[in-house]
């Protein structure tokens, strides 16, 4: 069983820094990919940044600047700093993993979601 463990959200004023962490625990084999997602009400999930393992980052071009994901020395972590943050960035943010979990021949590649931590930019 993998589980993704969000924390770091609350309440910030504009202008001002967050630092979201995930960790991924369980029967992992390897990582491919993690990544943070967000959900405004009414609105879609969209990407917010992505790091694969051994790849380029690649974020949103409405964050780009000021967010930064980074990948724990554990590399079952992944962090996203985020810095002169804005109302527009008040969402549930979520951790997402693509990953392969299980026993050696029975190796199953899935993408794994956490719970979600809510970040509200506000006065």
């Known amino acids: 069983q993998v589980q993704l463990v969000e924390s770091g959200g609350g309440l910030v004023q504009p202008g001002g820094s967050l630092r979201l962490s995930c960790a991924a625990s369980g029967?992992?084999?390897?990582?491919?990919?993690?990544?943070?997602?967000?959900?405004?009400?009414?609105?879609?999930?969209?990407?917010?940044?992505?790091?694969?393992?051994?790849?380029?980052?690649?974020?949103?071009?409405s964050v780009k600047g000021r967010f930064t994901i980074s990948r724990g020395n554990a590399k079952n972590t992944v962090y996203l700093q985020m810095d002169s943050l804005m109302p527009e960035d008040a969402a549930v943010y979520y951790c997402n993993a693509d990953l392969l979990s299980g026993r050696i021949g029975e190796l199953v590649r899935r993408v794994y979601w956490g719970q979600g931590t809510q970040v509200t930019v506000s006065s």
Do not use: C, H
Not at 34 to 60: C, D, F, H
């Open 27 to 61: 029967n992992i084999f390897s990582i491919n990919a993690m990544g943070w997602y967000r959900q405004a009400p009414g609105k879609q999930r969209e990407l917010v940044a992505a790091i694969p393992s051994g790849g380029s980052t690649n974020y949103a071009d």
